[in-house]
């Protein structure tokens, strides 16, 4: 049941850093070829190709290609086309979203955007690779966090596409229910990625660290070995679920929660 | 793929020398661990299930009696596994035994919901507090299997579905405790019908042909799948997973209902 992925096409949008780069590179330790996508030259080639030299894997495709235009999907695509028959796996990482302050500021045009540009990236792409190979890929695993669930400062449009996403997920579950494919979603949190202090500002992880625990912070490498459980063949009957790899934050993050460790450190700091 | 060499570990698993236990066992055998499965009241055979492992050249499990609600039998159980071991590396939390209720309100009683938290759900909490009593440290791996009857209704299955839900509580709660001190992981994998001896004895011999002509075959998961994700979520992969509640259910749970059985009413003959 264990799945070998020696030369098989796996691809990851937004695959040139953070979790998608972790991913890819999770993935190309146990043989795979890597297509990873990136835009606005916003990838450093020869640093990722760097990555991947240095664990011995096969050397990763980067491509430019805007997740929501569609030529440059189907470009895309007809590059992978050339050296594979099908792609085994495919992981919609990418997210681009505006954030909003507030109900005056909210726009239906920031709300549709985002959506578009995170969230139907998973059906157009998934309805192009039919139209190329005549075949969908085996796994298919959605990248989102659980700000659906929570509030997050200015997440609103991050939350409303991700939810896009997870039940868009559900629902080609039932419609590819007689193909050889498992679709799921991963979410997760408090991810350390260089993004961080340019989304948070500087004083963000330590703020964290202080408060939830250093323990609770979840690295790339992390969650590109969750994604990786997933497609490895012991997880096939999992098909439609939301799965959160938080180590158990979102459960514990809780104001009474931070009072409690306050309180015991000043016990600590008293005695 | 899997990261973590189980050989010569210590694996514990409940109720386990039949259906979904003995299936997790052999998973966790197959990898080298030491397997010590419980029954009870000489539920097992013993020699068919030695020879079961022996086929898969993993190690012969230890099989014993214990009673799981009962806590001097624990205790002997556990102080079984110490002369052998000096950590349990993954516990299993399978034993599960309720009372069935098919008779609406009048049918519930305080004692039946006792008895059925005592036999399902406390020996998920007291097996984790009795190992870090005696090793001086948690399993690494605390797994409970449940259901997902506290979220769906099943005739008579009123005691399951509290009891699982109580233990998934508990759980969230443990995952918070056991992981701010020792870096240990508790989660719940869910599964959805698998055909097993005590589906049988809980719905009756109608009960899977039915499922099977009005969903389709793809209604039940094998008890291989359960094993192989039991075995993912300890598998080292998946090691920032946290207090979690997993369903494995091929998506089914989803699709579960009458709007979309009257879409496919002719394919399954409902006119």
């Known amino acids: ?271 | 793929m899997i990261l973590n060499d189980f050989h010569g570990k210590a694996v514990l698993i409940t109720g386990a020398t039949k259906g979904l236990g003995l299936a997790i066992g052999k998973a966790f055998g197959a990898e080298g661990a030491h397997v010590y499965l419980t029954h009870r009241w000489g539920s097992a055979d013993e020699d068919e299930i030695r020879a079961a492992f022996a086929e898969i050249d993993a190690p012969e499990p230890a099989i014993i009696e214990a009673d799981a609600s009962n806590l001097k039998e624990t205790r002997a159980l556990l102080e079984t596994v110490h002369k052998d071991h000096d950590a349990v590396e993954v516990f299993v939390s399978n034993v599960s035994f309720a009372a069935v209720n098919h008779e609406g309100l009048d049918g519930l009683d305080k004692r039946s919901l006792f008895k059925s938290l005592e036999y399902s759900t406390w020996p998920f909490v007291c097996h984790v507090q009795e190992v870090k009593k005696l090793f001086g440290r948690y399993p690494r791996y605390t797994l409970g299997t449940s259901c997902d009857g506290p979220d769906t209704f099943y005739p008579g299955y009123d005691y399951v579905g509290v009891s699982k839900a109580v233990m998934e509580t508990f759980c969230k709660y443990l995952a918070k405790h056991v992981f701010e001190e020792e870096r240990a992981v508790v989660n719940i994998l869910r599964s959805r019908p698998v055909s097993t001896e005590s589906l049988v004895a809980t719905f009756g011999e109608d009960y899977e042909p039915f499922l099977r002509k009005l969903y389709g075959d793809d209604y039940f998961i094998d008890v291989e799948q359960v094993g192989e994700a039991v075995l993912a979520l300890c598998s080292g992969l998946l090691d920032a997973m946290n207090g979690q509640v997993v369903l494995l259910d091929k998506g089914v749970a989803f699709q579960d209902n009458l709007m979309r059985l009257f879409d496919q009413r002719e394919q399954f003959g409902l006119g």
């Not at chain 1, 997933?230 to 009957?237: I, K, P, Q, R």
């Open chain 1, 1 to 271: 049941m264990r799945n070998d992925f020696t030369n098989k096409a796996v691809l990851i949008t937004g695959g040139t850093k953070g979790i998608g780069l972790a991913t890819g590179l999770a993935f190309a330790r146990n043989g795979a070829h890597l297509y990873l996508t990136h835009r606005w030259s916003s990838a450093d080639e020869d640093e990722v190709r760097g990555k991947f030299a240095a664990i011995g894997a096969l050397e990763p495709a980067i491509i430019e290609a805007d997740v929501s235009v569609d030529e440059e999907t189907d470009a895309l695509l007809e590059i992978i086309k050339k050296d594979h028959d099908c792609i085994e796996v495919f992981i919609s990482n990418v997210s681009v979203v505006q954030p909003a302050s507030g109900v005056e500021s909210y726009r239906k045009r920031s709300m549709l955007k985002s959506i578009e540009y995170s969230a139907w990236p998973f059906v157009s792409y998934l309805q192009h690779m039919k139209k190329a190979f005549a075949k969908l890929p085996r796994y298919v695993v959605g990248l989102s966090s659980d700000g659906a669930d929570n509030y997050f400062a200015h997440y609103e449009y991050v939350s409303t596409s991700k939810i896009v996403m997870e039940t868009l997920c559900r629902y080609l579950t039932y419609h590819l229910r007689d193909e050889d494919i498992r679709l799921n979603i991963l979410r997760t949190r408090n991810v350390l990625t260089d993004a961080v202090d340019e989304i948070f500002g500087p004083n963000y992880v330590k703020f964290m660290a202080e408060r939830a625990g250093e323990e609770y912070f979840l690295y790339p490498e992390e969650i590109g070995n969750a994604v990786l459980a997933l497609c490895s063949g012991m997880l096939d009957a999992l098909n439609g679920q939301m799965i959160l790899v938080d180590k158990g934050m979102a459960f514990a993050d809780t104001v009474s929660r931070t009072l409690e460790n306050e309180l015991e450190k000043k016990t600590e700091q008293d005695q």
